[in-house]
């Protein structure tokens, strides 16, 4: 398996920046990608953000420009670098990673850590 801790987050106004990161401890050999998802009160989660091993980015539409992932394999870290933050970012942000076990690809989630826009 694969456990995740996640850092960052807070509070924030409109404009303004976050980091993200997330380390994975563990099975991090059979990690496949790694990412971030989001959600709002009231809401599904929704991806926002993932890089593959290959460094393969894939964004929300409602991030992109905006949000940036990055990934360090040595470390087995990704993290999020969130510019221009608006209202509608405010979500309790999850690291997720995907891993193969048994041929079968599984997921394993962070604990998530809040982010507030304040207008």
């Known amino acids: 398996q694969v456990h995740l801790v996640e850092s960052g987050g807070g509070l924030v106004q409109v404009g303004g920046s976050l980091r993200l990161s997330c380390t994975a401890s563990?099975?991090?050999?059979?990690?496949?990608?790694m990412g971030w998802y989001r959600q709002a009160p009231g809401k599904q989660r929704e991806l926002v953000a993932t890089?593959?091993?290959?460094?393969?980015?894939n964004y929300a539409d409602s991030v992109k420009g905006r949000f940036t992932i990055s990934r360090d394999n040595a470390k087995n870290t990704v993290n999020l670098q969130m510019n221009s933050l608006k209202p509608e970012d405010t979500a309790l942000y999850y690291c997720n990673v995907k891993y193969s076990r048994f041929g079968w690809t599984q997921d394993s989630w962070g604990q998530g850590t809040r982010v507030t826009v304040s207008s």
């Open positions: 563990g099975s991090t050999g059979n990690i496949i990608s």
């Open positions: 890089v593959t091993n290959a460094g393969d980015t």
